[in-house]
């Protein structure tokens, strides 16, 4: 996993393309605060760039440094969750303009996964995470789903966890407003 990581990082500090394991599916990604890369990831995903895409952090101590009012109760939900959550904040900041949906929100998922995990925590910076498929096209549940097309698209695929071949569930997916409104998306 050691080299995985190094070649992922110097990938993502290079504005490249990643297809990485996440806490829910396979994911391509690239640092979510350079918009040349998220560019190139919605050229890939043949996918409107007016369709927002989430990103994953290591912990919630960073969570201020990319939304600027964080409701008590993200906290209280990303905690007492007990499978992935990923939670749509209003008032964005500090990311590419077009990762974000055209209200300024963004969604936002902790990973648990030790690989992406780890990944998060070097690269000290949000990492896109989008499902590994094209537009449209149904999300591989795991590595050898993936269509050769996405493969050729990335700069760089993380061996780790590549023969696992079990069917993840996607994450929940809930929106808090500032005023900390929760409206479940996807549960």
Not at 109 to 126: G, I
Not at 128 to 147: D, L, M, R
Not at 157 to 162: A, L, P, S, T
């Amino acid at each position: 996993m050691h080299d995985d990581l190094k070649q992922a990082l110097e990938t993502l500090r290079n504005g490249g393309l990643i297809l990485y394991p996440t806490d829910t599916i396979w994911g391509i990604g690239c640092d979510a605060t350079n918009a040349e890369a998220v560019k190139s990831i919605y050229k890939l995903k043949q996918r409107e760039d007016s369709k927002s895409m989430l990103v994953l952090l290591d912990n919630t101590a960073k969570l201020g440094a990319y939304v600027n009012d964080i409701p008590e109760v993200a906290y209280d939900m990303a905690e007492l969750t007990n499978k992935p959550l990923t939670i749509i904040y209003d008032d964005a900041k500090n990311l590419a303009s077009n990762l974000l949906a055209e209200d300024g929100s963004v969604g936002i998922r902790m990973t648990e996964e030790e690989f992406s995990q780890q990944l998060c925590a070097r690269f000290k910076k949000p990492i896109v995470s989008t499902s590994a498929n094209v537009s449209g096209e149904p999300s591989p549940q795991n590595f050898g789903k993936i269509s050769e097309s996405i493969k050729d698209g990335v700069d760089y695929i993380v061996k780790f966890r590549q023969e696992e071949t079990q069917n993840p569930a996607p994450s929940s997916i809930i929106k808090i407003t500032k005023d900390s409104q929760v409206t479940v998306i996807r549960e």
